[in-house]
């Protein structure tokens, strides 16, 4: 079993599109983030979500906006894509109670022309 | 907000020597410590963590030690194998009252030659 899911894992799209990104994770965790990896491989953080709840907001466009319809679910919606958001995005989660491993989804390469 | 700096961006090391990679933090109040592992076009995965009441920890062939009073800490590997090449990275973690925020340095891609 996938602890963390992602859709889709590959997305090709035009500038100006809209596009989301599904993640769903499997094991009770309450909080869930979205990372950002650009070409060089740097892993920055977008969002976090604790049990449905913003907590961590990064300087993110504003044309990024998660949606956390439960705890087992963060999606990601991007508005009027630019080049520049040409990236691997990751899903995670992780146990609220104490710091501890992080567990990453499969990643979704998204490519934008 | 915490800053984590990752050094060498690039390591090149025959197989069976050691590879050291060295992280800085900025913040004090950081206490956690992960290495994650990412091999080419996959996921990142834990595979070591410290604790800031630990000075070092070590598992198998990784070790990982923490100085808090200067703010660094490493990864070492020891008998590195071909296996072993991949990009590491250092985190930095804040505690709950900051979300439990984690801040990853920029990455190490280690070269293992055989």
């Known amino acids: 079993d996938t602890a963390v899911s992602q859709t889709p894992k590959y997305l090709v799209t035009q500038m100006g599109n809209d596009k989301s990104i599904k993640c769903e994770q499997n094991?009770?965790?309450?909080?869930m983030y979205w990372y950002k990896q650009d070409s060089k491989k740097f892993l920055k953080i977008m969002f976090s979500?604790?049990?449905?709840?913003?907590?961590i907001n990064e300087t993110v466009p504003n044309r990024f906006s998660p949606k956390s319809p439960d705890k087992a679910h963060l999606n990601l919606h991007i508005n009027s894509l630019e080049l520049g958001d040409s990236a691997v995005y990751f899903c995670?989660?992780?146990?609220?109670?104490?710091?501890?491993?992080?567990?990453f989804g499969e990643g979704s390469r998204l490519t934008v022309l | 907000g915490e800053n984590v700096e990752q050094h060498p961006s690039t390591l090149s090391v025959q197989e069976g020597d050691s590879a050291v990679i060295k992280c800085t933090y900025s913040?004090?109040?950081?206490?956690?410590f992960p290495w994650y592992k990412q091999e080419l076009g996959k996921r990142p995965q834990l595979i070591i963590d410290?604790?800031?009441?630990?000075g070092e920890k070590k598992d198998q062939r990784i070790a990982v030690t923490l100085n808090k009073t200067a703010k660094h800490f490493s990864l070492h590997i020891t008998e590195t194998q071909p296996e072993d090449s991949a990009v590491y990275f250092c985190?930095?973690?804040?505690?709950?009252?900051?979300?439990?925020?984690?801040?990853f340095g920029g990455g190490t891609r280690v070269l293992v030659k055989p």
């Open positions: 985190a930095a973690s804040l505690g709950p009252a900051a979300g439990n925020k984690l801040t």
């Open positions: 995670a989660s992780r146990a609220s109670e104490r710091t501890g491993e992080l567990f």
């Open positions: 094991l009770g965790h309450d909080t």
């Open positions: 410290i604790r800031s009441n630990v």
């Open positions: 979500y604790n049990n449905k709840e913003l907590i």
């Open positions: 913040d004090s109040a950081s206490n956690y």
